[in-house]
């Protein structure tokens, strides 16, 4: 559920799926910090363990390459249903599909660092201020 009274389903969707995304980015980092350090591995209620266990994997791409015949033997069509989400752009109401969405917020990202780059000679674009980078990034998208 978002804040929003009356999420239209879709935004709601987006708004979940970026969840996820910034949950498994999270769950990745502290992943990361259990595996290096072993004192953070006691909780206030939970405890880790780490566990290494084997599996076996096969190298499908390996496999059809050596047998495309037994693979193609047991290779079945499967239907599976999935919704992809579209942006509508908030001024022109244009559908974008996510990657074009993307590829339109880099090209603003690189225009901002391009402008503070110019406007700061000498300057490494890592040294932006975050907030005068926001400022930016939010003025040049008012404007495109």
Not at 79 to 91: K, N
Not at 104 to 112: F, G, N
């Amino acid at each position: 559920m978002t804040d929003r009274p009356n999420t239209p389903v879709p935004d709601e969707l987006a708004a979940v799926r970026a969840d996820l995304k910034r949950l498994t980015t999270r769950e990745a980092e502290l992943k990361q910090i259990l595996l290096s350090d072993p004192d953070t591995r006691t909780g206030a209620e939970w405890i880790a363990e780490i566990k290494t266990v084997m599996q076996t994997r096969t190298d499908l791409k390996e496999l059809r390459a050596m047998h495309p015949a037994l693979v193609d033997e047991y290779t079945f069509p499967t239907e599976v249903t999935r919704v992809e989400l579209s942006v509508v752009d908030a001024d022109t109401g244009e559908i974008l599909s996510p990657q074009r969405k993307a590829a339109q917020h880099r090209k603003v990202v690189q225009d901002v660092v391009r402008e503070w780059l110019k406007d700061n000679p000498g300057q490494d674009r890592l040294n932006i201020p975050p907030e005068e980078f926001t400022r930016r990034l939010q003025n040049k998208e008012k404007v495109t």
